[in-house]
């Protein structure tokens, strides 16, 4: 068995169709022209010529001219049916149900501990919003007049971290005192008043 480069076809023909050369329509076929298996090959190379001469590149896989090179964008084509980033979707649910406020509210009671730091969140928390009015209750007196004395700059601290507006005042509360009022029911009058006597 010999290793033949030119295959079974020979390098005569190769040459041919390298040089561009048609056969003659009108010639007599040869008998290595009645193989089924040259007529695919010749149509083969025929149909390549021709892709080439229209600027494709034959052999290429399919769609290889077509692939966007790395790093580049898709078209920008809005299409509803598009993936959307969850954000922005959350966002304009939001928006739409009017939960503006709400979700403001929540974000000043659920940060709190990061808004005025774990000590002061450990000894003052918050019992009410309404508006833009917060309530805090501290758990002793020490604590609400320390409060009152930042209160500007959890004011402002409010505003970095939230949003500006969201909350214009801060209502200090001491420690309850103790209730003497006991179930559901209970009758009005003077009250425990000897009990301090």
């Known amino acids: 068995m010999t290793?033949?480069?030119?295959?079974?076809?020979?390098?005569?023909?190769?040459?041919?169709?390298?040089a561009g050369d048609v056969p003659d329509p009108d010639a007599q076929p040869g008998p290595e022209e009645l193989d089924p298996l040259h007529a695919a090959h010749d149509a083969l190379a025929r149909a390549r010529r021709s892709a080439r001469e229209r600027g494709l590149r034959p052999g290429a896989p399919a769609g290889a001219?077509?692939?966007?090179?790395?790093?580049?964008?898709?078209?920008?084509?809005?299409?509803?049916?598009?993936?959307?980033p969850l954000g922005l979707e959350v966002e304009r649910l939001v928006a739409s149900r009017g939960w503006d406020a709400d979700v403001q509210v929540g974000s000043v009671v659920g940060r709190w501990a990061d808004i005025v730091g774990s000590q002061?969140?450990?000894?003052?928390?918050?019992?009410?919003?309404e508006g833009t009015v917060l309530t805090v209750r501290a758990v002793s007196t020490a604590w609400a007049t320390q409060m009152r004395l930042l209160l500007s700059t959890i004011l402002a601290r409010i505003d970095q971290e939230v949003g500006v507006g969201v909350v214009t005042e801060i209502v200090v509360r001491g420690p309850g005192g103790p209730s003497w009022r006991k179930g559901p029911?209970?009758?009005g009058g003077r009250g425990p008043r000897d009990t301090y006597g």
């Open 185 to 187: 029911l209970s009758s």
């Open 120 to 129: 002061v969140a450990a000894n003052v928390e918050v019992v009410a919003f």
């Open 65 to 84: 001219g077509r692939r966007r090179a790395a790093g580049q964008q898709p078209p920008k084509d809005p299409d509803k049916r598009d993936p959307h």
């Open 3 to 18: 290793d033949d480069p030119t295959g079974p076809r020979g390098g005569a023909d190769e040459a041919t169709e390298a």
